[in-house]
């Protein structure tokens, strides 16, 4: 009796699983059933390439070039046309900068298939271009300031996307990148160094070493890299070749950033940077909108 009564509750128990998964698996369907797909506007670009992009303010061809590929539930098939706006801003005069205006329309038939079968397109937009479209002159603008893009993605069935209508994983994830909005800086020209020979003092208040931070330093694409290993400081110099055109110098932070600071002398006797505690990590130090000396 006791077997029988046993095997009875273990078949209670079972159905009453089977409903309870029957139950819930219904309880996901209508989740399921209530959510709304969005879609993606994404860069097929690499972030690092697109940030480092930016226009010389002297050039009005000077280009901006990204790749993008929509994707949404329909494999992209709910694309009907994608607006791009754009805006100024001027670190010098506020009354130079604009608010955003559209600056083009892309429609479904200008995007092709990928090789994921997604549409894509490469938007490739000039200075000159922004510039005409920001009802800018000549003068408006220099190095410092900054364009700034927006994408409004639009599909057949009336919804629209943008930077203001998407959460943190669409904009920034790994996966989706898909911010809709990108910043454009101008810059100014490079200035040519000083042929001969240079100088660099790379000093630790500890008296250890920079613990992992360096100084690369490019010469017309050729990049070293140079390091404090020890002792209050080390002096390193190296040459630039005659007919050089572009220098630049970038600090690779360490552990104790704090702890470090350096100086540059060019060939001519002038000290052209002397930077630090904590220097600015990870680009060019050299602000070539000022009057420097090289």
Not at 169 to 193: D, E, Q, W
Not at 214 to 228: A, E, F, Q
Request: hydrophobic letters at 35%.
């Amino acid at each position: 009796m006791k077997r029988y009564i046993k095997n009875i509750l273990m078949l209670s128990l079972v159905s009453a699983g089977f409903l309870a998964c029957e139950s819930s698996n219904k309880t996901i369907d209508d989740v399921f059933e209530e959510v709304t797909r969005g879609a993606v506007f994404r860069s097929t670009t690499s972030a690092s390439e697109v940030a480092a992009q930016e226009f010389s303010y002297e050039d009005p061809n000077a280009q901006y070039s990204v790749t993008f590929e929509v994707e949404d539930n329909a494999q992209g098939e709910l694309l009907d046309n994608v607006e791009i706006y754009t805006s100024f801003t001027s670190i010098a005069d506020d009354a130079l900068s604009t608010t955003s205006t559209l600056l083009k329309t892309i429609s479904a038939s200008e995007f092709t298939p990928n090789e994921d079968g997604l549409p894509s397109i490469t938007v490739v937009l000039t200075l000159g271009e922004l510039v005409a479209a920001n009802g800018l002159s000549d003068g408006d603008y220099f190095g410092g300031d900054s364009f700034t893009i927006k994408y409004v993605l639009n599909l057949t069935d009336g919804r629209s996307f943008t930077n203001t209508n998407l959460n943190s994983t669409v904009s920034g994830g790994s996966y989706f990148r898909s911010p809709f909005i990108y910043t454009i800086p101008l810059v100014c020209p490079p200035i040519a160094p000083t042929p001969g020979t240079w100088t660099m003092v790379l000093n630790d208040s500890y008296g250890d070493s920079w613990n992992g931070a360096s100084l690369d330093v490019n010469i017309d694409g050729t990049i070293t890299n140079y390091t404090h290993d020890g002792g209050d400081s080390t002096t390193i110099t190296f040459d630039v070749p005659t007919g050089a055109e572009l220098i630049q110098i970038v600090y690779n932070s360490g552990s104790y950033d704090e702890e470090n600071t350096f100086q540059v002398t060019s060939a001519n006797g002038e000290t052209v940077l002397d930077l630090g505690p904590e220097p600015k990590a990870g680009a060019s130090l050299f602000d070539f909108c000022l009057p420097l000396n090289l």
